[in-house]
């Protein structure tokens, strides 16, 4: 098993910048990978950014290059995702998630935090 806490979402004004971190423990082992992916009110969970814990490879979604980058520290075992100018639309539960592949796929991971909640006030 593997337990994913997300933390760092509030309440940020438009235009802000804000760090959302993703602490792994338990059997990382075979969880080559992180995704983070984000649940509007009333949509489904979409796909944001991933990133390998060997190389840091990633992968984003590509409206939203740019904006988000995502990066890690394997010594804390801890995946980040920072967002940049920060917008309404931006507001969302973010969760994290770890899998064996880089991938953008929701049923690519595996194991799954409990989110985290970002809202942008205008």
């Known amino acids: 098993q593997v337990q994913l806490v997300e933390s760092g979402g509030g309440l940020v004004q438009a235009g802000d910048s804000l760090r959302l971190s993703c602490a792994a423990s338990g059997r990382t082992a075979g969880n080559a990978a992180v995704g983070w992916f984000r649940q509007h009110p009333g949509k489904e969970r979409e796909f944001v950014a991933a990133i390998t814990w060997s190389g840091g490879s990633t992968y984003y979604k590509e409206a939203l290059k740019g904006r988000f980058t995502i990066f890690r520290d394997n010594a804390k075992s801890t995946v980040y995702l920072q967002v940049n100018s920060l917008k309404p639309e931006d507001t969302a539960v973010y969760y994290c998630?770890?899998?064996?592949?880089?991938?953008?796929?929701?049923?690519?991971?595996?194991?799954w935090g409990q989110g985290t909640q970002v809202t942008v006030a205008s």
């Open positions: 998630a770890a899998g064996p592949l880089l991938g953008y796929l929701e049923k690519e991971f595996d194991y």
